[in-house]
């Protein structure tokens, strides 16, 4: 089944401790995201990554790492936490190339508590 | 990035055909017009893309005026599973990693 995967889907740390949310993709996209979700604000970019060892800054992206070194992964890495990223978090793909019709999939979520 | 404008929240009864009207006054040459609906606690979800005149698929309609200043969703004969947040999107066809920024949405609520 195509699916975006994230992992964990819910997870509660305290401040300063580090973390890595992993995100998978088995459709061979090139092009990933990763996104939160605030009451209010609807979605925000956090990064993008066009392709392979290639990501860029969206919106959002402080207090926020990526990395890009397979196709199929794209993992968030929060190095030092604050309560201020306490957001649902999504991470979506898709095909790459020119628009049109270049959908993106997004993965199930993961609520980050941050204490 | 052209900036866009919905309304916040719609309310509509099961039946019913639902309009939902996104203003992009500084939409460029090269922008796709693009429809996402996300269910609370779930991802968003393509619904419909356009660039100019009428789009239709299985789930919906989009109306694209000459101007491109704005564009209208048209959900026919909505039911209580189409509750849900409504985005518009606008983007540059050849800078698709900057297309998708989502705003706040448009809440739609479907009452029985």
């Known amino acids: 089944e195509a699916q975006v995967t994230q992992n964990p889907r819910y997870l509660i740390t305290v401040t300063g401790k580090k973390l890595t949310v992993t995100c998978s993709q088995n459709?061979?996209?090139?092009?990933m995201s990763w996104y939160r979700q605030d009451p209010g604000l609807g979605l925000r970019q956090i990064y993008y990554?066009?392709?392979?060892?290639?990501?860029d800054k969206g919106d959002v992206p402080e207090g926020y790492k990526v990395s890009r070194k397979e196709k199929r992964n794209f993992p968030l890495i929060l190095e030092s936490p604050s309560p201020n990223q306490t957001s649902l978090y999504f991470c979506a793909s898709s095909k790459g190339g020119s628009l049109p019709y270049n959908e993106q999939f997004f993965g199930p979520g993961t609520r980050l508590t941050v204490l | 990035l052209a900036k866009t404008t919905q309304p916040i929240s719609m309310d509509s009864y099961e039946g019913q055909e639902v309009n939902i009207t996104c203003s992009h006054n500084?939409?460029?040459?090269?922008?796709?017009i693009t429809w996402y609906q996300q269910f609370p606690s779930q991802g968003p979800r393509f619904i419909i893309q356009?660039?100019?005149t009428k789009v239709t698929n299985e789930v919906a309609s989009l109306f694209i005026p000459a101007d491109r200043k704005s564009s209208t969703l048209s959900l026919p004969r909505v039911s209580l599973s189409d509750t849900a947040v409504y985005y518009c999107?606008?983007?540059?066809?050849?800078?698709?990693?900057?297309?998708?920024?989502f705003g706040p949405g448009t809440r739609l609520s479907v009452l029985p």
């Open positions: 356009g660039y100019k």
């Open positions: 500084n939409i460029a040459t090269n922008d796709y």
């Open positions: 999107l606008v983007g540059d066809r050849d800078n698709y990693g900057q297309n998708f920024v």
């Open positions: 990554s066009m392709n392979v060892e290639v990501t």
């Open positions: 459709m061979n996209h090139e092009y």
